[in-house]
């Protein structure tokens, strides 16, 4: 009943951006940790960003700190990530998660619920 929908992804050069978007449904959303992972084929999945219920706080991984920005629209139960300055490393499936209120998204085991990802492709 929880749905987690995914857009915004493509195909774009290096240095360009996007704006991914994630639809939630099924859930209070002002009662979850919404985040980002993504995975490349042949790599683990991997954390990309989290943001708190009122977007009071934001965590970022190394790798995207400075390029990557999170936000939410609580009173549109959305999430996003703006992805800007893109290397081809950043090419992957990205996946909109959902964790309850108080856990700390950081691992794969954090999250309880998962979108069906979009895919981003960066071209040299």
């Known amino acids: 009943q929880v749905q987690l929908i995914e857009s915004g992804g493509g195909l774009v050069q290096a240095g360009g951006s996007l704006r991914l978007s994630c639809a939630a449904s099924?859930?209070?959303?002002?009662?979850?940790?919404m985040g980002w992972f993504r995975q490349a084929p042949g790599k683990e999945r991997e954390f990309v960003a989290r943001?708190?219920?009122?977007?009071?706080?934001?965590g970022y991984a190394d790798s995207v700190k400075g390029r990557f920005t999170i936000s939410r629209e609580n009173a549109k139960n959305t999430v996003y990530l703006q992805v800007n300055s893109l290397k081809p490393e950043d090419t992957a499936v990205y996946y909109c998660?959902?964790?309850?209120?108080?856990?700390?998204?950081?691992?794969?085991?954090?999250?309880?619920?998962w979108g069906q990802g979009t895919q981003v492709t960066v071209s040299s």
């Open positions: 998660v959902a964790a309850r209120a108080g856990v700390l998204i950081s691992s794969t085991s954090t999250v309880d619920y």
């Open positions: 099924g859930l209070t959303f002002t009662n979850y940790v």
């Open positions: 943001i708190s219920p009122t977007a009071w706080t934001t």
